[in-house]
């Protein structure tokens, strides 16, 4: 399965992007899918997981309320409308196929498909 994702840029405080990553080369519309942003000096964290139904769909306590992860199956397509967008959100952010199947959606060690990550740079 190979990732692209896009849409990053610069925004201003209060703004809104929405990324996006393509799937190819394989049947990731299968599987759940999810963003995880790494911001300088930090570790990758999860931002939002999303079931391969999109039955379930989790967030990140910091995101929740503001960011929205729809993907359409039909296009093999996930995206991640962020709004309301912070300093504190910039990031390189990261698109993933999940392939490790249990409870936990929020460890990088799930995800076995990367793509190349979009830079999303928030002004104050």
């Known amino acids: 399965v190979q990732l692209q994702a896009s849409g990053g840029g610069l925004v201003q405080a209060g703004g809104f992007l929405r990324l996006s990553c393509a799937a190819s080369?394989?049947?990731?519309?299968?599987?759940?899918m999810g963003w995880f942003r790494q911001a300088p000096g930090k570790e990758r964290e999860a931002v939002a997981g999303?079931?391969?139904?999109?039955?379930?769909?989790y967030y990140a306590d910091s995101v929740r309320g503001r960011f929205i992860i729809p993907r359409d199956n039909a296009k093999n397509t996930l995206y991640l409308q962020m709004n309301s967008l912070k300093p504190e959100d910039t990031a390189v952010y990261y698109c993933?196929?999940?392939?490790?199947?249990?409870?936990?959606?929020?460890?990088?060690?799930?995800?076995?498909?990367w793509g190349q990550g979009t830079l999303v740079t928030v002004s104050s």
């Open positions: 999303i079931s391969w139904s999109g039955d379930r769909i």
């Open positions: 993933a196929v999940r392939t490790r199947f249990d409870s936990i959606w929020d460890s990088a060690s799930r995800y076995g498909y």
């Open positions: 080369g394989g049947t990731s519309n299968s599987y759940g």
